[in-house]
């Protein structure tokens, strides 16, 4: 697998792990919610230590999809350039 490809396939990953790190932390935010629509917490701490984490957690996986965007798009642009070059042939030298 040559680099250009690479390039694509873990632009695909980051992405869909991306993706799938916000749904897993709004799955969390969801379930932890009870019938009256207040998230419940054990105490005030793991309420502001979750919080946290999930914030950081949230633009970790933001951070992620932007990388895996730029990844694909770069590997257009190369895919671009290759196919450039090879359309390109020698023209005969003029007498």
């Known amino acids: 697998m040559d680099t250009v490809t690479a390039q ?3 632009g695909i ?3 869909v792990v991306g993706i799938g790190l916000i749904y897993w932390i709004n799955r ?3 379930y932890r919610r009870n ?3 207040a998230e419940g917490f054990s ?3 793991a ?3 979750t919080r946290f984490i999930e ?3 949230k633009w970790i996986a933001y951070l992620l999809i932007i990388v895996g965007a730029i990844c694909i798009w770069t590997y257009s642009q190369m895919k ?6 090879e359309v390109r042939t020698e023209q005969p030298a003029q007498r």
């Open 35 to 37: 019938a009256m629509g």
């Open 55 to 57: 914030r950081i957690g």
């Open 80 to 85: 671009k350039d290759k196919e450039k070059q």
């Open 8 to 10: 694509l396939v873990f």
């Open 28 to 30: 969390r935010k969801f």
């Open 47 to 49: 309420s502001v230590f």
């Open 13 to 15: 990953i980051v992405i």
């Open 43 to 45: 105490s005030f701490e």
